[in-house]
């Protein structure tokens, strides 16, 4: 059996995390399965999806900084679509991608114990959605 689930949320920065983790838990609880995959997709091309630590406050801070340090915004790329951010945040999404495959064991999600489901926005701020899928077995 499989489920599916639409999480909604507003970005309020041109750039932030959203750790999407509780949600997901939540969700997996709610479902009932035991044993199976939870498929987290992300689908924006602004916008990039992983797993991250969130043991540390900064974390957050340092990685976006890298980001822009990797692929600042600036005025050459060869599209500019309706923002600034909008050429460097297709590039940052496809470096970081835009799915996460969790294990469900024994009812729940298996992550490590500092770990979170990371929606990063680099173009907001916008209205976005991540689709949640489980499927049993």
């Known amino acids: 059996m499989t489920y599916i689930k639409k999480i909604s949320l507003k970005?309020?920065?041109?750039?932030?995390?959203v750790n999407?983790?509780?949600?997901?838990?939540?969700?997996?609880?709610?479902?009932g399965v035991q044993e199976g995959l939870c498929l987290v997709y992300n689908p924006h091309t602004t916008a990039g999806l992983f797993i991250n630590s969130y043991l540390d406050p900064n974390t957050p801070e340092d990685i976006m900084f890298e980001w822009n340090r990797l692929v600042p915004t600036r005025f050459d790329f060869f599209h500019q679509f309706d923002t600034p951010t909008d050429a460097a945040g297709h590039v940052?999404?496809?470096?970081?991608g835009s799915t996460v495959s969790l294990i469900i064991h024994e009812g729940g999600l298996v992550v490590g114990h500092s770990q979170g489901i990371v929606f990063a926005e680099f173009d907001g701020p916008r209205e976005r959605h991540v689709f949640v899928k489980?499927?049993?077995?």
């Open 20 to 31: 999407l983790l509780g949600e997901v838990k939540e969700f997996v609880a709610e479902s």
């Open 134 to 137: 489980i499927i049993e077995g």
């Open 11 to 17: 970005t309020t920065e041109i750039q932030e995390w």
């Open 92 to 96: 940052k999404s496809v470096l970081m």
